[in-house]
């Protein structure tokens, strides 16, 4: 009888160990299915973030190009407006100079007028500079005349000034 009983009872041990197996299995099933239920709201959640920031990635690219054009075209405006300032300052330093020339031929022709004796008072009291640059656009008989008739020291530093050539500084203090 302890056979039958011991018989009995691994038969019993057996059946209700399938049972529990079949329990076992199907909660291991049911989470294995909310970890893929999990899983598959994680890889959603993750597509849905990877197609918000590849849409936010194509907005600023856009932007940025938008911008580079934007500056671009700004770059062009100003080359535009650099090269006409250019224009102008070459047209008006060729208007300067002419104004000069006019100016300085104007200077000439009055003292190739004047008497040798009054443009010899009237070089004495300018700087050696200033003197020398009218007279450089005199002619040579109206230098030589103009130097004769003034004192011989004021004279010697015209000559000299004169001899150096142009350009003559004509900001200097009166010497």
Same mark, same amino acid.
């Given at each position: 009888?302890? #056979?039958?009983?011991?018989?009995?009872?691994?038969?019993?041990?057996?059946?209700?160990?399938s049972?529990?197996?079949?329990?076992?299995? @199907?909660?291991?099933?049911?989470? %294995?299915?909310? @970890?893929?239920?999990?899983?598959?709201?994680?890889?959603?959640?993750?597509?849905?973030?990877k197609?918000?920031?590849?849409? %936010?990635?194509? $907005? $600023?690219?856009a932007?940025?190009?938008?911008? @580079?054009?934007?500056l671009?075209?700004?770059?062009? @405006?100003?080359?535009k407006?650099?090269?006409? #300032?250019?224009?102008?300052?070459?047209?008006? $330093?060729?208007?300067?100079?002419?104004?000069?020339?006019?100016?300085? &031929?104007? #200077?000439?022709?009055?003292?190739?007028?004047?008497?040798? &004796?009054?443009?010899?008072?009237?070089?004495?009291?300018?700087?050696?500079?200033?003197?020398?640059?009218? %007279?450089?656009?005199?002619?040579?008989?109206?230098?030589?005349?103009v130097?004769?008739?003034?004192?011989?020291?004021?004279? &010697?530093?015209?000559?000299?000034?004169?001899?150096q050539?142009?350009?003559?500084?004509?900001?200097?203090?009166?010497?």
């Open positions: 009888m302890k #056979i039958l009983y011991l018989i009995l009872v691994l038969v019993n041990m057996s059946f209700a160990a049972v529990d197996c079949t329990q076992v299995f @199907e909660d291991r099933k049911s989470e %294995l299915l909310k @970890e893929v239920d999990n899983i598959d709201e994680a890889r959603q959640s993750f597509e849905a973030l197609a918000a920031t590849n849409s %936010l990635f194509d $907005q $600023q690219k932007k940025v190009s938008e911008e @580079e054009k934007t671009e075209s700004k770059k062009e @405006e100003l080359n407006k650099q090269k006409h #300032i250019e224009e102008l300052v070459a047209k008006n $330093q060729k208007l300067l100079d002419a104004i000069k020339g006019v100016k300085n &031929s104007k #200077i000439s022709e009055i003292y190739t007028k004047m008497k040798d &004796s009054a443009a010899a008072a009237v070089f004495e009291n300018l700087s050696a500079s200033e003197a020398s640059a009218i %007279l450089f656009r005199l002619p040579a008989k109206k230098i030589s005349k130097l004769a008739k003034m004192d011989a020291l004021k004279a &010697s530093k015209i000559t000299l000034r004169l001899r050539g142009p350009p003559f500084d004509v900001n200097q203090t009166k010497k």
